[in-house]
């Protein structure tokens, strides 16, 4: 069994089966619009490419969600659609990752997500990225609702207000976790250092 310790308010993932096979890293915001309207985004990058390195190392699945105005919606400050191009070097694609658009700040909504992970037996998501209020968040509530186990990276989301962001985060760890576990980037890459090879789809 391997677990994250320093996770809070359970050691994730709860199951305790860090399994690489099962897991996602799931990058929201991965976009020049969210990247640039986040104060910390640099210092945030360089922690999603380290985690980046460390799941794709683990034989886990990297994913970089590009997000769209949905049609009809009134006017916001969403980012326009000129902003989807990666625009730091821990953002940007690699081979193997997956790119998915959605229709919203959802990472869900309106695209095909959801059908990606369970057609690849993925059930553990671990989630970073830009605009965490609104990508981030509102993925992550998301994927709680369709029965995802969510570790929110605490160091690899980017706030546009610390104050909001720092509510976000708490939110998650409500009644013992109602919307998954909070921890660190180093204890992510530390754990999946340890964690065993995926097991290939086909004997899945």
């Known amino acids: ?67 769209s105005r949905p049609a009809g ?6 980012p326009p659609e000129h902003g989807t191009r990666p625009a730091e070097p821990g953002v940007a694609q690699s081979a193997g990752d997956l790119v998915v658009r959605s229709a919203g700040v959802d990472g869900f909504h309106g695209g095909p997500l959801d059908d990606e992970l369970r057609t690849r037996g993925i059930d553990h998501l671990v989630l970073t ?10 993925t992550l509530r998301s994927a709680n609702d369709r029965g995802y186990e969510c570790l929110t990276v605490t160091d690899a989301v980017a706030f546009f207000s610390p104050q909001l962001g720092r509510h976000a985060l708490a939110s998650i760890t409500m009644s013992g976790g109602i919307f998954g576990a909070i921890g660190p980037s180093a204890a992510l890459v530390e754990a999946l250092s340890h964690a065993s090879s995926p097991v290939p789809m086909e004997a899945k």
Do not use: K, N
């Open 1 to 67: 069994m391997t677990t994250l310790d320093q996770t809070l308010p359970y050691p994730w993932p709860y199951d305790g089966c860090l399994d690489p096979g099962r897991l996602a890293l799931i990058v929201a915001g991965a976009q020049t619009g969210w990247i640039e309207a986040s104060p910390d985004h640099a210092g945030v990058a360089a922690r999603i490419a380290a985690v980046s390195r460390a799941v794709r190392e683990a034989g886990a699945l990297v994913v970089l969600v590009h997000h």
């Open 73 to 78: 919606s009134r006017p916001t400050p969403f």
């Open 129 to 138: 990225g830009f605009g965490a209020e609104a990508c981030v968040d509102s």
